[in-house]
């Protein structure tokens, strides 16, 4: 039955097969900065990888996290936070800057990502009320409303 069905088997995905990090998240922060920073390429940190971002302007970075445990995502924020104060310069708003946050959920049942994207649904709109009047209208991350 559909319902009780998890998700991996659904992609041909091999249910049975243990993701290093099952409860790993991966989060990208797309910002613009007044002024570029300093780094190379393509250089690795502890808990990210941040590259230019051809989609953003004034010196547009995207940083990306490695699959990290919920418990240590404050070590990805002071490591983020701890590069950009380090800079001379600071982030802007911007309509065209992001977070996202992603989620494995091949190890739920159908009927529990199903039960996810409900309560997602429920609380979009006062999660978008948080994140400012940019993300309202943003053609880039059209709410499901």
């Not at 404050?74 to 983020?80: A, S, T």
């Amino acid at each position: 039955m559909l319902y009780t069905t998890p998700v991996a088997s659904l992609y041909n995905s091999r249910s049975d097969k243990k993701p290093k990090n099952p409860d790993a998240y991966g989060i990208e922060i797309e910002f613009e900065l007044s002024q570029p920073i300093l780094f190379e390429e393509d250089e690795r940190y502890a808990t990210f990888q941040l590259k230019g971002d051809g989609s953003l302007r004034n010196h547009g970075y995207e940083c990306v996290s490695y699959p990290t445990p919920y418990t240590d995502l404050p070590r990805f924020y002071d490591e983020f936070n701890t590069l950009i104060r380090k800079q001379k310069t600071h982030c802007l708003e911007s309509p065209r800057a992001s977070v996202h946050v992603h989620v494995n959920v091949k190890d739920l049942l159908y009927f529990q990502l199903w039960n996810f994207m409900v309560l997602y649904y429920l609380l979009e709109e006062p999660i978008i009320g948080v994140a400012g009047p940019f993300r309202k209208n943003n053609l880039f991350a059209v709410s499901l409303n």
